[in-house]
């Protein structure tokens, strides 16, 4: 068996645009066409199955890939509904494409607690997850599984409810749907083979880990640089966003004035930059920071 780490993504859809983009900007390069459903990096071992979200623990279960990016709904649906669950786990949270697995029912439905899905028809893409939380709470109600557009169910009158993904809850509003229960928090995740795949192999997904680790905390901070007066320097540096420790340096030719450097782990917003004026900073510059390793 090639010792090439094999990982599996989703093809097309919410996360596999960001998810190319954060693998791309950790050095590694892809031979890709459109069609090409495996692309192997030059830089590393490290192939590419481009697949379909709901086929990624699967891939990985079954030592096809030795890491999958996905979506936690997705990796615990299929975990419920697998013989052998701990053959895989999740190794790494990257904290993007945040969402939410609710409830949800038309407005007009008065919900107070649990006890009332007792015996209803809930429209769902996760029977599995939605068949835990409804044996945790000891009710007996039909998941009614669809593949999309769970949406309309309830006007079709396929189910009483749904149980689906929200993020900015444009979909439930269109629909004339409210939540009413949140199942689960969900995010991207990295998921893998629990067994351990040998020196090679984990090496590689240490060192890929840490270059994501340090991609995405770069996407996140901003470097800032300014000159500021000395007598009002602890003024600014107060007003410097997420900043650890700001370095100072004396100018060459204004001995009354200092330059000020400084990584922020936030973001920083026009208000910010105005305020650090107002405060006495001037030629203030804020850079984005494309690689950071801590
Ligand atoms: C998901 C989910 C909702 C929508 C929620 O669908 O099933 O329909 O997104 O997002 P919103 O709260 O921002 O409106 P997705 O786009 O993944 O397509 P699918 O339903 O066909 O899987
Ligand atoms: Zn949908």
Not at 95 to 102: D, T, V, Y
Request: with cysteine.
């Amino acid at each position: 068996m090639s010792n090439r780490l094999k990982i599996a993504l989703q093809k097309s859809g919410r996360l596999s645009e960001l998810t190319f983009e954060i693998i791309e900007k950790c050095g590694l390069t892809f031979s890709r066409s459109k069609n090409n459903l495996i692309c192997s990096a030059e830089e590393l071992p490290i192939d590419l199955l481009l697949v379909r979200d709901d086929d990624i623990p699967g891939l990985v279960r079954s030592k096809i890939c030795d890491l999958g990016f996905v979506g936690e709904n997705v990796y615990l649906e299929e975990t419920y509904k697998d013989a052998q669950p701990e053959a895989i786990e999740i190794t790494y949270k990257l904290g993007f494409a945040k969402c939410r697995l609710c409830l949800a029912g038309p407005q007009e439905f008065q919900y107070t607690s649990p006890s009332q899905l007792q015996g209803k028809k809930i429209a769902t893409s996760y029977p599995a997850i939605l068949n835990a939380f409804l044996a945790r709470n000891g009710i007996t109600a039909e998941a009614v599984a669809m593949n999309g557009s769970v949406e309309v169910a309830p006007r079709l009158k396929i189910a009483d409810l749904i149980c689906d993904l929200v993020s900015t809850g444009a979909t439930l509003e269109a629909n004339g749907l409210k939540i009413i229960e949140t199942i689960l928090q969900s995010q991207a995740v990295i998921i893998r083979r629990a067994e351990n795949l040998g020196a090679e192999k984990e090496a590689i997904i240490e060192r890929l880990i840490k270059r994501i680790q340090g991609t995405l905390s770069a996407r996140q901070n901003k470097y800032i640089v300014m000159h500021a007066p000395r007598h009002s320097l602890s003024d600014v540096v107060r007003l410097i966003p997420g900043c650890e420790s700001p370095t100072i340096a004396q100018l060459e030719h204004t001995p009354d004035h200092v330059s000020v450097a400084a990584v922020c782990e936030e973001n920083i917003f026009w208000e910010t930059i105005e305020q650090l004026k107002a405060a006495g900073a001037s030629s203030i510059l804020v850079l984005p920071i494309e690689k950071m390793l801590r």
